[in-house]
């Protein structure tokens, strides 16, 4: 099952906010980003996001590499939205 998340990244001196879809089965690492979160207090960040966002850098396995890509959330929420939907699916 996919689990839609936020994905943050940069292209030049911009930001773009992007859904994405994740295959739970796909995650081999989690953990806050605080690099993004002082750039957004800092105000360099300008997405209309609330300055108290925080981030999550996730790693995924594709088969021949690992993915870095940085999420919207903080990594208990992050971490919930694919525990809560595996609950689910085992009831």
């Known amino acids: 099952m996919l689990i839609p998340v ?28 605080v690099s993004l979160k002082r750039r957004l ?7 209309g996001l609330h300055p108290g966002t925080e981030f999550t850098k996730l790693k995924l396995n594709m088969g021949d590499h690992v993915e870095e890509i ?5 990594p208990k929420t992050i971490e919930s939205k694919f525990y809560n939907v595996k609950k689910l699916l085992r009831d």
Do not use: A, C, H, Q
Not at 13 to 19: F, H, S, V
Not at 41 to 47: A, C, D, R
């Open 70 to 74: 940085i999420l919207v959330g903080n």
């Open 41 to 47: 207090m800092e105000g360099k960040i300008n997405l």
């Open 6 to 33: 936020v994905r943050i990244f940069k292209t030049g001196p911009d930001y773009y906010l992007k859904e994405i879809f994740i295959n739970p089965r796909k995650i081999v690492y989690m953990s806050e980003e």
